[in-house]
């Protein structure tokens, strides 16, 4: 079953899965499941196989998994949303596999490698609203939107991941009141609970953005919970500090200040940042991933 499966019983791999993948190494791995990066034994395609654990523990965990699943299949036709291949269930009918397309490695890793330019941040930015904005057609909202849910390949071509919290509207000025997702990311509405629409993750882009662009997070980071909440809620916006000012372009500063709007009212909807300047004018960016790439397997 790999070299996953002799770290511990979530590890391993259920054979009727290892009969049909062939399990590589670990790609990432969290409180919720481990993904590893495997084959196809029929096909030879490279695959994600991604195991959920206890899925089907409680009530909640059930509705995460099924709705990552659903929504998966419901969006998987479009091209920058990650696809999903295969289910399968645990023979201990508590864990569960998902099977997805691969992609070499996250927007997150990216950011820190720190070989983006304006021009892959424009593209990367497209995508993103691209995906949102097939989204939000649908009247489903991500809520878990960063950079690490952002799957990217060398080609600069974008996917979206980790549809488990995402939350479907009834109708297109629907509002949802549930508190999940990254709190780094979350909306100042969010964050006091109030309720919320599609522009919670315009707010989330808009810090992505300026991630992109400063090469970090563009709040002051705090291992402290209450911190980090005084920070997003009453703090001044990133975009009102000289640094920042100075580091963007005038249109990016534009575009990023209307998306991290604290009013969520005042935000532009997904249709406006794609016709904004800055977006508008992209190009496809193939990014240079080689060198990357190679830095970790050396250290894998």
């Given amino acids: 079953a790999g070299p996953g499966a002799s770290l511990g019983m979530t590890d391993t791999v259920d054979k009727h899965v290892s009969r049909k993948y062939d399990i590589g190494r670990v790609l990432g791995k969290g409180a919720y499941g481990i993904v590893w990066h495997s084959v196809d034994k029929k096909t030879k395609q490279v695959v994600a196989v991604k195991k959920i654990f206890d899925a089907f523990q409680n009530p909640t965990d059930a509705q995460r998994t099924f709705r990552e699943v659903v929504f998966l299949k419901q ?10 291949f ?45 995906a949102l904005s097939y989204m939000h057609s649908a009247n489903l909202i991500h809520r878990d939107l960063k950079p690490a849910n952002i799957l990217i390949n060398s080609a600069g071509f974008v996917k979206l991941s980790d549809f488990g919290i995402s939350k479907e509207l009834n109708f ?17 509405e969010r964050i006091r609970g109030e309720l919320y629409s599609f522009s919670a993750d315009l707010w989330s882009l808009g810090l992505i953005a300026l991630e992109m662009s400063c090469g970090g997070y563009p709040y ?7 911190d980090t909440v005084k920070n997003i809620v009453d703090g001044p916006l990133p975009t009102e500090t000289p640094q920042v000012q100075a580091a963007l372009a005038p249109d990016l500063l534009q575009l990023v200040h209307a998306a991290i709007d604290k009013d969520p009212a005042c935000r532009p909807d997904i249709s406006a940042l794609l016709r904004h300047p800055f977006i508008a004018r992209y190009q496809a960016a193939p990014i240079d991933l080689r060198a990357y790439l190679q830095s970790l397997s050396r250290s894998a």
């Fill in 172 to 188: 297109t000025q629907g509002q949802a009141a549930t508190h999940c997702g990254t709190l780094a990311y979350m909306s100042p």
């Fill in 220 to 226: 002051p980071v705090s291992q402290n919970y209450f």
């Fill in 75 to 84: 969006l998987s036709h479009h091209d920058n949303v990650v696809t999903l």
């Fill in 86 to 130: 295969d289910v399968f269930r645990a023979d201990n009918d508590k864990d569960i596999y998902l099977v997805f397309e691969y992609l070499e490695t996250d927007l997150h890793a990216v950011i820190r490698a720190g070989i983006l330019t304006e021009v892959h941040q424009k593209f990367i930015m497209y995508q993103c609203c691209n």
